[in-house]
């Protein structure tokens, strides 16, 4: 693996899940690999998660990990392609990028959205500035529209929970039902989180997959194509396996929060017709916002064990591209 921006970037995904197992089992098995590699987090945006997670995960295979919230702490970048920079930014991306790239084996890096122009943002060109001049891997801690350290994360944890031996699918014939929900929420949050889910159950190949929101939330079809979609709720938690929490703003009414009906949040009630079905959200959450209490501190919860994921996750990610020759 040469980069890491989306599951695209991933030849065979139940090999890497299998491989973050395998790390999760013996998380130092591999622990000369990185030795004198060096990465670099970058941060233009806040994280604890995929901060610290990427931290332990560079730790436990030798590397040396180092941090720079450029976002707070860095010079102000441009990324505009023949710039006049007699603005507010000081340093141009190309001049910043392949010095990165020098300093560092991999690069990785946190780059929000804005939410204001689509195109825009669904263009990644923060991120693929970094990877046009840095000249070294990048990885992606979460871009404008996708965020895959997260959703790699995700599989493992759904994969996990299969195999555990209480686990009893809805079928045993039938693939485990997954099901993303929409959630309230008081800000206009991005879609990457749900975007890059729904792109690596899809490419995963192993769910019956259901995603539900109000109207005006369709996610953009090259990430939700393959699924079923409904706006009614209940009928998309029925018998679910799996059930997927996370609010977005609208992707076609860009940016905006079209909806904050609180009966869209997940109490336990509404678990009540699905398969004892396992709560997953990628963290921060809303509680009783997004969430209930008494969801989150349920048996049905496992977002604590979801998080802790991430190491495997990126131990995982940090382990292939550091055997393709970083
Ligand atoms: N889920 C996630 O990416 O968490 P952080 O924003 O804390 O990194």
């Known amino acids: 693996m040469k980069q890491f921006l989306s599951a695209h970037d991933v030849p065979d995904i139940k090999a890497l899940v299998a491989r973050a197992l395998a790390h999760k089992s013996v998380p130092g098995a591999n622990k000369h690999l990185g030795v004198g590699k060096r990465i670099g987090l970058l941060f233009l945006n806040p994280s604890m998660r995929t901060r610290l997670s990427t931290q332990v995960a560079a730790q436990n295979l030798g590397m040396e990990a180092i941090v720079f919230n450029i976002g707070s702490e860095g010079w102000a970048l441009e990324f505009e392609d023949g710039a006049i920079m007699n603005g507010t930014t000081v340093e141009h991306v190309k001049d910043a990028a392949p010095i990165m790239g020098r300093y560092f084996d991999i690069l990785a890096i946190r780059t929000f959205p804005a939410l204001k122009n689509r195109e825009e943002d669904y263009s990644e060109r923060y991120i693929q500035q970094f990877v046009k001049w840095a000249g070294i891997p990048v990885i992606s801690l979460e871009s404008a529209t996708l965020h895959p350290l997260q959703s790699l994360t995700d599989v493992i ?14 079928n045993t014939n039938l693939k485990p039902k997954i099901v993303l929900t929409w959630a309230p929420h008081v800000k ?96 921060p959450v809303r509680r009783n916002l997004e969430l209930s209490d008494e969801v989150l501190d349920s048996a049905h919860s496992i977002v604590t064990e979801e998080a802790a994921n991430r190491v495997w996750a990126a131990q995982a990610v940090l382990e292939q591209i550091l055997k393709a020759g970083a």
């Open 188 to 283: 206009a949050l991005p879609q990457c989180v749900a975007n890059s889910f729904a792109q690596w159950i899809n490419a995963w190949g192993e769910a019956d997959f259901v995603i539900t929101h109000p109207e005006g939330y369709n996610l953009d079809e090259r990430f939700t194509k393959g699924a079923t979609i409904t706006y009614n709720q209940d009928e998309a938690l029925e018998s679910a396996d799996f059930v997927y929490v996370k609010n977005w703003s609208s992707y076609h009414q860009y940016g905006q929060i079209l909806s904050q009906d609180a009966s869209w949040m997940l109490t336990l009630d509404k678990l009540e017709n699905t398969n004892s079905a396992k709560i997953m959200h990628c963290l």
């Open 157 to 170: 944890t759904i994969t996990e929970a299969m195999q555990a031996p209480n686990y009893k699918p809805q």
